[in-house]
């Protein structure tokens, strides 16, 4: 009986220690890589926001450029082009509620909430305008919806191989597996995370032999395996600098939770971007070599001012795969677009 008594009380103790590992990683972690940018307090959440330009205030072609991420990315995606683009423009990214250094969301995350946020997080900031919008995926969504709310603020926008709704559910049923195994996925990566198992495979497949990301792979199946590829595939094309923010970032039960959030609220988000009105902004759309491209019609619903640009050596991730590329149709827009007469902050 006494054997297994202290049987059971070893069991006990592996998750124990997990929690207290990962919580006492997760203090440091935040101690350690926040410090880049800057959290801005906002009435429902606390947001991480990197801002970097000239002076700072402004910029030499007066013009904000604002990065939006994809569904479960952060401003990590875009700091090469970031700093790239604020030689001469104001560049902002930021990390929406849950993800990132942010703090937890309190709203669903359609396009028409987040879009509410980041004219809040403008203006508690006092980020002025015009703004130019560069967004990636998910985040195209978003730039679209702030674009269509606040138009006089907003020149133009470049669209990374943006989320198109035709191809989610419930318009798309066929897409509705994929989203549902996302969520299952999500729930696991909750729990693994809360134990510190995602961060130990976070570190082993970025900062350390792989040794650990394998075993877990053995034990995960395909599932995660293909998520260590993923990782590899993608985190790998960001700067190293990086790096040990991103296992962070992807080691917080928040995290997880956030993600399945997003996945939950497609069919929403979906239906309501279908319905949305063609935006009359200047809009470039880079779609990678690998995806279909927009017909002319799927461009005009986006916006009666769009043009295609084909990324010839890309994946979903162009910004990633051919940086040269996005920088190029931002200063493109940059030169091109007309400023107003009078610059102002979205309020």
């Known amino acids: 009986m006494r054997k297994l008594f202290w049987v059971l009380l070893g069991v006990a103790a592996i998750p124990v220690s997990g929690v207290i590992y ?3 990683c997760a203090w440091r972690d935040r101690r350690r890589y926040c410090t880049l940018g800057r959290l801005v307090r906002l009435p429902t959440s606390t947001v991480y926001l990197y801002d970097v330009g000239p002076l700072h205030q402004d910029s030499t072609t007066g013009v904000t450029v604002l990065f939006e991420s994809g569904i479960g990315a952060t401003s990590q995606n ?3 082009i970031q700093r790239a683009i604020a030689a ?38 006092k980020i002025s305008g015009p703004y130019l919008l560069v967004a990636h995926s998910f985040g195209g969504l978003v730039a679209r919806r702030f674009a269509a709310d606040y138009p006089a603020h907003v020149l ?3 669209l ?30 909750h729990i693994a995370a809360c134990v510190g198992l995602s961060r130990l495979f976070m570190r082993s497949t ?17 599932p995660t395996q293909n998520l260590m590829e993923r990782i590899l595939c993608e985190v790998g094309k960001m700067p190293p600098e990086v790096w040990p923010s991103v296992v962070a970032n992807w080691s917080r039960p928040q995290f997880y939770r956030t993600v399945e959030a997003y996945l939950r609220s497609i069919p929403e988000t979906a239906i309501a971007m279908h319905a949305a009105p063609p935006l009359s902004l200047p809009v470039t ?24 640009l084909i990324a010839p050596a890309s ?10 590329l996005v920088l190029a149709a931002i200063r493109e827009l940059l030169a091109n677009v007309a400023l107003p007469s009078e610059t102002s902050t979205v309020g």
């Open 88 to 125: 001469h423009s104001r560049a902002v990214s930021y990390d929406r509620a849950g993800l990132g250094w942010s703090s937890a969301a309190t709203c669903t995350p359609t396009p028409e909430h987040l879009a509410g946020e980041l004219r809040a997080l403008l203006a508690e900031s």
């Open 156 to 158: 133009g926008l470049v």
């Open 160 to 189: 990374v191989d943006p989320m198109r709704p035709d191809d989610w559910p419930p318009l798309a049923d066929a897409a509705e597996a994929s989203v549902s195994r996302g969520i299952r996925l999500a729930r696991g990566g």
């Open 22 to 24: 990962q919580k006492l």
């Open 285 to 308: 759309v880079l779609t990678p070599i690998t995806a279909t491209p927009l017909t002319n019609s799927q461009l005009r619903a986006i916006s009666s001012n769009a043009q295609q």
């Open 78 to 80: 875009w700091i090469a």
């Open 315 to 324: 994946a979903h991730w162009i910004h990633l795969d051919e940086p040269e």
């Open 206 to 222: 970025l900062l350390g032999s792989r040794r650990i990301a394998r075993l877990l792979c053995r034990l995960g199946g395909e």
